[in-house]
């Protein structure tokens, strides 16, 4: 059973726009979120993360709100740029001595 | 010099064949990792490592072993390839519980390509 879910695979976006991109989680446990980035050829890198005490962390033209609630979490950029074109991956963490766990990715293409 | 260094970076092998992928770090993280991109599939876990003399297996390690020959070096080995084991291999690294710094740093990736 998938812990993390990113339900959309793709995602198109005019440059300037903001783009939402969503990942929904399973598990109650998990404690720490964080958003990967990886472009062609390359490996993911790290762009932002969010500990499950807080509901908003900002850094520059990323925020990532986390709703506990919901079980939902969602990477807004604004404005998008083309360079943001990438997939971008979730990943949670459940603590003590466990991997992340990260949902499918979502590729986000920005358009010019 | 990168932080996460794999080798090779692109490798064609035949089906049946004895491969090893290998990964070094200068990170000095204790804990290692090894994942497979598959496309609508995501990072798929395969084994990790928290030390030297740990070693466990993730997800889909079926068809793979491992190698924790240092704290910087985790070897992957796939015994006899299959052409499903086709895909994107990366290793990554993360210090224990460092979420704030960024969890995981990733290599590269090797591209490999069983016919």
């Known amino acids: 059973d998938q812990q993390v879910k990113q339900n959309s695979p793709s995602l198109s976006v005019q440059e300037g726009r903001i783009s939402i991109l969503n990942c929904d989680y399973t598990?109650?446990?998990?404690?720490?979120f964080l958003w990967y980035k990886k472009y062609p050829a390359e490996g993911p890198t790290f762009l932002i993360s969010i500990s499950s005490i807080k509901d908003k962390n900002e850094d520059g033209r990323f925020t990532v709100f986390l709703n506990k609630s919901a079980k939902h979490l969602s990477l807004h950029i604004v404005p998008s740029q083309p360079g943001d074109s990438a997939v971008y991956f979730c990943?949670?963490?459940?603590?003590?001595?466990?991997?992340?766990?990260f949902g499918k990715g979502t590729r986000l293409s920005v358009i010019a | 010099d990168a932080d996460v260094t794999q080798t090779p970076r692109n490798r064609i092998t035949k089906t049946g064949k004895r491969i090893m992928l290998e990964c070094s770090q200068t990170?000095?993280?204790?804990?290692m990792y090894w994942y497979r991109q598959d496309p609508g599939l995501g990072l798929r876990l395969i084994y990790y490592s928290f030390d030297v003399k740990d070693i466990n297996k993730g997800e889909i390690s079926d068809g793979y072993s491992v190698s924790r020959q240092a704290q910087a070096k985790f070897s992957l080995s796939l015994e006899s390839a299959i052409p499903n084991q086709t895909a994107l291999y990366f290793c990554a690294t993360s210090d224990s519980g460092q979420w704030a710094s960024g969890g995981y740093t990733f290599g590269s990736g090797t591209r490999l390509t069983v016919v």
């Open positions: 990170k000095g993280h204790d804990r």
């Open positions: 990943a949670a963490d459940v603590g003590g001595n466990t991997p992340l766990v």
């Open positions: 598990n109650s446990m998990f404690d720490y």
